[in-house]
């Protein structure tokens, strides 16, 4: 009989860890691996199933970490190997999971292949290994844009340029190279071997592309079809191991080709951006919902659900503006928020999300109510997007600022002065202040992550007007949420968890509720 191992991504509630801005170990203002572990109960209390850890490799940090210089290793910021080792003993000995992030479509230009490419200049098989070309009148081979801002290419001395889709620090690996391949591969199981559970792949759509090629219509480098050869590899090595989890950074519009990623053979499951970026509208948030759902449904994947991430506004924030969606061309920086309206409305979402089948993310500080930090020194700014767009867009630090665990001020148990400066009414904000009280996210956190657990797998809408989304699972529990304007009346059953105070039997705009419909 083959081994069987348990699908534990298809409900798992998983806690992003931005190594940087979680807990410090070492009191030098940075997060480490020491100031993870230390704080492992707390997840645990939380009631979360699996942590996602962003990048921990040696890195210059030219983008927070996605900049890897070695996937082998821990930077010295954050640890050693043998403490990353050591954390992943210790968080499986308490029940919780570890997802590593691995960075395939660029390192650093420090990486020692990048290196010796300039190195060994023109010609040199390291090289092939990435895109250097010759310019083209002058300029570069092509005009594709970085993401972050600028051309997408780099001049070297020796006359040649090289791609970068992101930042200049960080050349893109060329795919066609089945070198490339095959040290994926490795890197794959260098880190299966180390008990990592599972792998969060970033920008796994944009791996493949062909600078030379004569534009055909299709986008040069996004979702190009020659990309699942390669997920289908990695899924052959994930399926050695058993019961590791692939889980790809896929922002695509289109859910037919979000959907081919799911297919049998490839990735378990995939961010759901869509859901992210949805306003707070009920007919927007029931359309990405139900979209979701019809994708999902006939691959047997699991959807996910997700609030927030390290690249993103914070909910409070974005939810008190008046446009509430997420672009993230268009960050809406400094846009006039209303702060109480948008924690009311994250502390609804927050049930809403967690009430939906599948797995939830959610990302450090989400459940402590942390806001967008939108007034950072501008001389603190360390995201490449603010070098990058000519200092018009701040990016995306404000959402990476250090956790606040405790005191009364900054650095809230960060030691020194933390790498990003945090707010001081963060003071009413510290997981030690929330711990105990029964109205605080974190308690919400707390009591919806334990009750989640129980839900039935069956998912139907309710009947509902305009403005309020409640549906069914099984035939025990109901969640509604109200986007409306009025209060709308509280279905029966008995509440097991509200995200903000009734007002006469009646669930007031921008609230959610779960019901034990038992019997109703
Ligand atoms: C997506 C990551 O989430 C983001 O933080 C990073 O800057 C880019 N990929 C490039 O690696």
């Given at each position: 009989m083959p081994e069987t191992f348990p699908e534990w991504w298809r409900d798992a509630a998983i806690y992003q860890v931005y190594p940087r801005s979680f807990a410090d170990g070492t009191g030098d203002g940075i997060g480490d691996l020491g100031g993870l572990r230390a704080r492992l109960p707390y997840l645990v209390e939380l009631g979360v199933d699996a942590l996602w850890i962003n990048p921990w490799y040696p890195s210059p940090m030219a983008d927070g970490g996605y900049d890897v210089a070695d996937y082998r290793d821990i930077d010295p910021v954050f640890g050693t190997l043998a403490e990353a080792e050591k954390l992943i003993a210790e968080a499986h000995g308490l029940g919780l999971r570890i997802i590593i992030d691995v960075v395939p479509n660029h390192c650093s230009d420090q990486h020692a292949w990048f290196r010796r490419a300039l190195r060994e200049g023109p010609g040199s098989p390291f090289r092939d290994r990435f895109w250097f070309r010759p310019g083209r009148d002058g300029g570069p081979p092509n005009d594709w844009q970085s993401i972050f801002g600028g051309p997408a290419w780099t001049q070297v001395p020796d006359g040649?340029?090289?791609?970068?889709?992101?930042?200049?620090?960080?050349?893109?690996?060329?795919?066609?190279?089945?070198?490339?391949?095959?040290?994926?591969?490795?890197?794959?199981?260098?880190?299966?071997?180390?008990?990592?559970?599972?792998?969060?792949?970033?920008?796994?759509?944009?791996?493949?592309?062909?600078?030379?090629?004569?534009?055909?219509?299709?986008?040069?480098?996004?979702?190009?079809?020659?990309?699942?050869?390669?997920?289908?590899?990695?899924?052959?090595?994930?399926?050695?191991?058993?019961?590791?989890?692939?889980?790809?950074?896929?922002?695509?519009?289109?859910?037919?080709?979000?959907?081919?990623?799911?297919?049998?053979?490839?990735?378990?499951?995939?961010?759901?951006?869509?859901?992210?970026?949805?306003?707070?509208?009920?007919?927007?948030?029931?359309?990405?919902?139900?979209?979701?759902?019809?994708?999902?449904?006939?691959?047997?994947?699991?959807?996910?659900?997700?609030?927030?991430?390290?690249?993103?506004?914070?909910?409070?924030?974005?939810?008190?503006?008046?446009?509430?969606?997420?672009?993230?061309?268009?960050?809406?920086?400094?846009?006039?928020?209303?702060?109480?309206?948008?924690?009311?409305?994250?502390?609804?979402?927050?049930?809403?999300?967690?009430?939906?089948?599948?797995?939830?993310?959610?990302?450090?500080?989400?459940?402590?109510?942390?806001?967008?930090?939108?007034?950072?020194?501008?001389?603190?700014?360390?995201?490449?997007?603010?070098?990058?767009?000519?200092?018009?867009?701040?990016g995306r630090d404000g959402c990476r600022v250090p956790l606040p665990w405790s005191g009364d001020e900054p650095p809230f148990g960060f030691g020194a002065d933390s790498w990003l400066p945090q707010p001081a009414h963060w003071r009413t904000l510290t997981a030690e202040a929330q711990s105990d009280d029964p109205g605080s996210m974190l308690t919400l956190y707390r009591q919806a992550l334990r009750l989640r657990r129980e839900l039935p797998a069956s998912f139907t809408w309710r009947a509902t007007p305009d403005g309020v989304l409640a549906f069914d699972r099984g035939d025990t529990f109901t969640c509604v949420v109200n986007l409306g304007e009025h209060p709308y009346p509280v279905p029966a059953g008995e509440t097991l968890l509200a995200s903000g105070p009734l007002r006469n039997g009646e669930l007031p705009p921008d609230t959610a509720i779960w019901l034990s419909s038992h019997g109703s």
């Amino acid at each position: 009989m083959p081994e069987t191992f348990p699908e534990w991504w298809r409900d798992a509630a998983i806690y992003q860890v931005y190594p940087r801005s979680f807990a410090d170990g070492t009191g030098d203002g940075i997060g480490d691996l020491g100031g993870l572990r230390a704080r492992l109960p707390y997840l645990v209390e939380l009631g979360v199933d699996a942590l996602w850890i962003n990048p921990w490799y040696p890195s210059p940090m030219a983008d927070g970490g996605y900049d890897v210089a070695d996937y082998r290793d821990i930077d010295p910021v954050f640890g050693t190997l043998a403490e990353a080792e050591k954390l992943i003993a210790e968080a499986h000995g308490l029940g919780l999971r570890i997802i590593i992030d691995v960075v395939p479509n660029h390192c650093s230009d420090q990486h020692a292949w990048f290196r010796r490419a300039l190195r060994e200049g023109p010609g040199s098989p390291f090289r092939d290994r990435f895109w250097f070309r010759p310019g083209r009148d002058g300029g570069p081979p092509n005009d594709w844009q970085s993401i972050f801002g600028g051309p997408a290419w780099t001049q070297v001395p020796d006359g040649e340029w090289y791609l970068h889709l992101f930042a200049p620090e960080q050349p893109d690996f060329n795919w066609s190279d089945p070198l490339v391949r095959e040290e994926f591969l490795d890197i794959l199981r260098f880190w299966f071997d180390r008990g990592a559970d599972g792998i969060r792949i970033d920008s796994a759509a944009v791996l493949v592309k062909d600078p030379d090629a004569a534009p055909d219509g299709l986008d040069p480098y996004t979702d190009r079809d020659g990309v699942h050869e390669i997920y289908r590899e990695w899924r052959r090595v994930a399926d050695e191991y058993g019961g590791r989890a692939l889980i790809g950074e896929i922002w695509l519009p289109d859910q037919d080709r979000f959907a081919a990623y799911l297919a049998p053979g490839e990735l378990h499951t995939a961010f759901n951006f869509d859901f992210l970026s949805s306003p707070w509208e009920a007919p927007a948030l029931r359309r990405t919902i139900e979209e979701t759902l019809a994708t999902h449904t006939p691959l047997n994947a699991p959807p996910t659900w997700v609030l927030s991430n390290h690249d993103v506004t914070r909910p409070p924030t974005r939810f008190g503006r008046a446009d509430t969606g997420f672009s993230l061309a268009e960050r809406n920086h400094g846009a006039p928020t209303d702060l109480a309206l948008g924690t009311r409305r994250a502390r609804a979402a927050a049930l809403l999300a967690m009430a939906l089948p599948g797995s939830v993310y959610v990302y450090q500080g989400e459940e402590l109510g942390l806001e967008e930090v939108e007034d950072l020194p501008l001389d603190k700014l360390q995201d490449p997007i603010w070098r990058r767009s000519g200092h018009t867009d701040r990016g995306r630090d404000g959402c990476r600022v250090p956790l606040p665990w405790s005191g009364d001020e900054p650095p809230f148990g960060f030691g020194a002065d933390s790498w990003l400066p945090q707010p001081a009414h963060w003071r009413t904000l510290t997981a030690e202040a929330q711990s105990d009280d029964p109205g605080s996210m974190l308690t919400l956190y707390r009591q919806a992550l334990r009750l989640r657990r129980e839900l039935p797998a069956s998912f139907t809408w309710r009947a509902t007007p305009d403005g309020v989304l409640a549906f069914d699972r099984g035939d025990t529990f109901t969640c509604v949420v109200n986007l409306g304007e009025h209060p709308y009346p509280v279905p029966a059953g008995e509440t097991l968890l509200a995200s903000g105070p009734l007002r006469n039997g009646e669930l007031p705009p921008d609230t959610a509720i779960w019901l034990s419909s038992h019997g109703s």
